[in-house]
């Protein structure tokens, strides 16, 4: 591919050819405004002197002379830009005529110019003069302002050349300066060098202390990309440990309680279905030992749809983030016994799924450590927005974090680290406050400027 032309022999050419169109302007407007006035004074006096000529003709045309016709014409062969002289009679016949040798040179450029001269005698017409003009005058003035111009062009390109390279070097060097500083920065990858900010135009010294200003906010943002790569494969190991752990306890609840219970309901409804085959046993006790496994396959759905409720909430999908956070105080009230509420502000705009699933999955992590760690007896959870921000807080009158805080482990993938990574990554934080009396923490999620319909949260839907 053809490299374009460098930036100073782009500013050479541009310098010469702003000078020389300058000078060709004005130049030509000069020449056609010369030429127009002169071509005009020619004229005027070819048409004093066709009248001088013609007013002389007109007793000749009276008296019918046409020798003393020709004789006037014959006047006109010292004005070497007449080529011929007709005179016509009141019928606009042909009544003398007068032209000029052919061996005299001439222009060969167009035709010549015509100028007619009515006559009158008396305030009536009796004719009229009609000479046929070359300017070759004009044609001569014109080629002396082209070799003019010519040579006023070929002086100014010379001192433009001279200007030209004396104002591109002084201009150019800088930034051919700063383009070599640019490269090294560039090869090197090394974004801690600066660019030194040269004495030059307002314009190239902006534009080296712009490329520092860049630079710097490069290098902070690589700084700040590496924390947050390392932190993102931290969080990334965490997630993975606590999936594996998150298994792990699926894996003993499913085995200790529902499984359990589908294998002993399985044996009762064998045995109960075997009994009319069985020595001994009676229909009533075939009907007690399907009872019995019939009991038994209910709790373990029971059993197994808490599980799913657990892992993911229907009524969070189905009825959005208010019904779900009052799922979840009923839930921890009914299975924990701690007299926890929730408060929904009735103004809450709506959200959508990501951000409701996001703010869900936080309120059961911090209730889950309420549950576990602050030994609490009352706890609040309150969702509002304020100022474009959407804040879930949960609250306690446990014991706060100062002997616990390092102890805060997380299930399905959440402790407080990976809440505050998960909130960075959409633009929002976590905010705690505690005491020797209870904790308050505090989650702030910008609103999104434009919620979709499609899987939007209403928070005003009816609660369970």
């Known amino acids: 591919m053809r490299q374009p032309p460098s930036i100073r022999r782009r500013l050479l050419l541009a310098l010469m050819l702003m000078t020389l169109l300058t000078l060709a302007m004005a130049t030509g407007l000069s020449a056609l405004m010369d030429l127009r006035l002169f071509r005009d004074h020619m004229l005027r006096d070819l048409q004093v002197l066709a009248a ?57 450029v167009g035709d010549g110019i015509e100028i007619a001269y009515p006559l ?24 002396t302002y082209a070799w003019l111009a010519a040579a006023v062009a070929l002086l100014t390109l010379a001192v433009a050349l001279t200007t030209a390279l004396r104002l591109q070097r002084r201009i150019a060097r800088p930034i051919m300066e700063l383009e070599g500083a640019v490269r090294a920065v560039s090869e090197r990858e090394d974004f801690s060098l600066r660019v030194p900010v040269l004495r030059a135009e307002r314009e190239v010294h902006g534009l080296a202390q712009t490329f520092n200003r860049m630079l710097m906010q490069i290098e902070q943002r690589e700084a700040a990309l590496g924390e ?79 599980l799913q409720f657990e892992l993911s909430p229907p009524v969070l999908h189905q009825r959005g983030l208010a019904a779900a956070l009052d799922w979840l105080a009923a839930d921890t009230r009914e299975r924990w016994g701690i007299a926890l509420t929730c408060s929904v502000a009735a103004d809450l705009p709506a959200l959508d799924r ?40 949960v609250e306690d ?8 805080e390092g102890n805060l482990s997380a299930s399905n993938g959440y402790g407080l680290d990976s809440i505050r990574e998960r909130l960075a990554l959409l633009g929002g934080n976590l905010e705690i406050h505690s005491s020797a009396t209870g904790s308050r923490l505090i989650v702030r999620l910008p609103l999104s400027p434009d919620n979709p319909a499609e899987g939007s949260d209403n928070p005003k839907s009816p609660r369970p």
Request: aromatic fraction near 4%; proline fraction near 2%.
């Open 52 to 108: 001088v000529v013609g007013e002389s003709c007109v007793s000749a045309l009276v008296f019918n002379s046409k020798e003393s016709a020709e004789q006037r014409l014959a006047t006109l062969a010292g004005e070497y830009q007449i080529r011929s002289a007709t005179l016509y009679d009141a019928q606009h016949q042909p009544f003398a005529l007068w032209q000029r040798s052919p061996s005299v040179p001439h222009s060969n």
């Open 120 to 143: 009158r005698f008396d305030e009536r017409p009796v004719g009229r003069l009609v000479l046929t003009v070359r300017l070759d005058e004009l044609e001569r003035q014109a080629r």
């Open 228 to 306: 947050a790569n390392t932190a993102l494969r931290r969080l990334a190991s965490d997630l993975a440990m606590s999936e594996e752990a998150e298994k792990a306890r699926l894996a003993d609840e499913l085995h200790d309680s529902p499984m359990q219970k589908l294998a002993l309901a399985q044996m009762q409804i064998d045995a109960g279905a075997d009994c009319n085959g069985t020595a001994g046993m009676d229909r009533a006790e075939a009907q007690k030992q399907l009872a019995a496994g019939i009991q038994l396959m209910r709790e373990a759905i029971d059993e197994l749809r808490t």
């Open 354 to 393: 990501r951000q409701s699933t996001v703010l869900f999955r936080c309120a059961r992590e911090l209730v889950n450590n309420l549950i576990k760690h602050a030994g609490a007896r009352n706890g609040t959870i309150e969702l509002a927005a304020a100022e474009e921000v959407i804040e879930l807080s």
């Open 397 to 404: 009158d446990g014991r706060g974090f100062d002997r616990i």
